[in-house]
């Protein structure tokens, strides 16, 4: 009973990051309508910029830890961003418009770019974090048996779950949440009600990479690090698990991920750990095909 808790109390962070990934993810995905793994690059390229910044902060200009690791913070937030916006402005949003189905080509050319850029500009150093946050809070215990988390996954799942319930709030009770579902339905007949489908696109491609560069930079403050092909892992990984609730809605696309979460937390605990990926991405297949319509895609 204790290890079937631990597994249950292991799997929430991990829950809550799929679902944060996937909430970005749909936001993006309503204005592209196209599969773009240039956001898990995004994730990886966020965490790897608070590596680099945090390591020059702290061995050459001698700051201390708290003031290294916030100054990586920023320069992943600037540089995050900043390059979001390019992607979305020079890259994705022209190909949107011209020839949608070369967003998936490109992409993996940006994908490859991000990865490539942080490796050389940490001259292929595997960076890693000094631990904090790492002391652990009992939630139940027997004779033999604890079931415990550490104070930094606990702080990371709050926060991406006050990421997923603001975002969710904003797409519901706002006009920018109103004018976003319109121009995921049918751009064309926004722009002639009067919205600029190119400021919504704009606008939905960099909050986006706003959640990725968050959910990068608190996955590497639990892991210590981030490894330079976890842009092309994670983008494939995040175009899957976010397809599990659907990608018409991010918070029912949050919630699918949250559940192949938990679902791949107890396969390894309980199953072979060699077939962990197999067995989950089949039965993403499995649910794609499923959930599956005919739907023509302008």
């Known amino acids: 009973m204790g290890y079937l808790l631990q ?16 909430f970005g993810y749909a936001l993006a995905f309503g204005v592209t309508k196209r599969a773009d793994i240039t956001y898990g690059a995004m994730f ?4 790897q910029i608070l ?16 003031a290294s690791i916030a100054i990586g913070v920023l320069m992943s937030f600037v540089y995050s961003l900043g390059t979001g916006f390019w992607i979305g402005r ?4 022209p190909l949107v418009r011209r020839s949608p189905n070369t967003v998936i080509v490109a992409a993996l050319g940006v994908t490859i770019l991000l990865m490539e850029t942080a490796r050389l500009a940490s001259d292929t150093r595997e960076l890693w974090l000094s631990p904090f946050f790492n002391r652990t809070v009992v939630f139940w215990s027997d004779a033999s048996f604890k079931v415990t988390l550490t104070y930094i996954q606990l702080i990371n799942t709050a926060l991406m779950c006050a990421l997923i319930a603001i975002g969710g709030l904003v797409l519901r009770r706002s006009a920018w949440g109103r004018i976003w579902r319109a121009v995921t339905d049918d751009p064309f007949a926004a ?37 330079f092909g976890a842009g092309l892992l994670f983008g494939l990984k995040v175009l899957m698990i976010a397809a599990a609730g659907g990608y018409s809605d991010p918070l029912r696309s949050a ?8 679902a791949e937390t107890l396969w390894t605990a309980y199953g072979p750990f060699l077939w962990r990926d197999f067995v989950i991405f089949s039965l993403l297949v499995f649910l794609l095909v499923l959930s599956r319509r005919e739907r023509a895609i302008p």
Not at 13 to 21: D, H, I, T
Not at 255 to 262: R, V
């Open 90 to 93: 020079s890259v994705m949003q």
């Open 51 to 66: 590596l680099l910044f945090t390591d020059f902060a702290y061995n050459r200009l001698w700051l201390v830890l708290p």
């Open 7 to 22: 597994q249950l109390a292991n799997a929430v962070p991990l829950a809550a990051l799929y679902a944060a990934l996937a």
């Open 255 to 262: 919630g699918g991920a949250a559940g192949i979460g938990f």
């Open 44 to 47: 990886a390229f966020a965490g």
């Open 191 to 227: 722009e002639l009600c009067g919205v600029s489908a190119s400021r919504v696109f704009l606008g939905a491609y960099v909050a986006a990479v706003f959640v990725a560069t968050c959910c990068g930079i608190l996955t590497t403050f639990y892991y210590g690090s981030m490894n």
